[in-house]
C-alpha cells in the first residue's frame, strides 16, 4: 500500500498563505490520482482539490476555487497544496489521499496535518 506523509500545516491569519506538501512512498506506480481532503469540526470529509498522477486532470471544490494551487512532482512522488487568501472556514485538517489504480478508490491516507485560519 502506498504511504503519505504530509507536512506544512499551521497557524496563519486571514489573508495569509500556507502549503502543503505530501510525500509518496511504496507501490507509487500504482497511483491514479492524488487528493487533499480536508475535516473541520462538526462536519464531514471534502476533497478540496485533486490531481491525476499522469495527466493534466485537476479539480476544486468551488470554495476554493481561484485561492488553492494544487501540483505535484512525479520526480519526487510528491503533491503540494499551495493556499492563498485563506479565510477562517479553510480551518480543518487536512488529508493526502492516493486513489489506486487496482481500487480506483482513495484507499490509502495520511495522518493529516491541522491548518488553522485566524481572523
Known amino acids: 500500500q502506498v504511504q503519505l506523509v504530509e507536512s506544512g500545516g499551521g497557524l496563519v491569519q486571514a489573508g495569509g498563505s500556507l502549503r502543503l506538501s505530501c510525500a509518496a512512498s511504496?507501490?507509487?506506480?500504482?497511483?491514479?490520482?492524488m487528493g487533499w481532503f480536508r475535516q473541520a469540526p462538526g462536519k464531514e470529509r471534502e476533497l478540496a482539490a485533486s490531481?491525476?498522477?499522469?495527466?493534466?486532470?485537476?479539480d476544486y471544490v468551488d470554495s476554493v476555487k481561484g485561492r488553492f494551487t494544487i501540483s505535484r512532482d512525479n520526480a519526487k512522488n510528491a503533491v503540494y497544496l499551495q493556499m492563498n487568501s485563506l479565510k477562517p472556514e479553510d480551518t480543518a485538517v487536512y488529508y493526502c489521499a492516493a486513489k489506486t489504480l487496482a481500487t480506483m478508490v482513495y484507499d490509502s491516507w495520511g495522518q493529516g496535518t491541522q491548518v488553522t485560519v485566524s481572523s
Open positions: 490531481i491525476g498522477w499522469r495527466g493534466s486532470t485537476i
Open positions: 511504496g507501490p507509487t506506480f500504482d497511483i491514479a490520482a
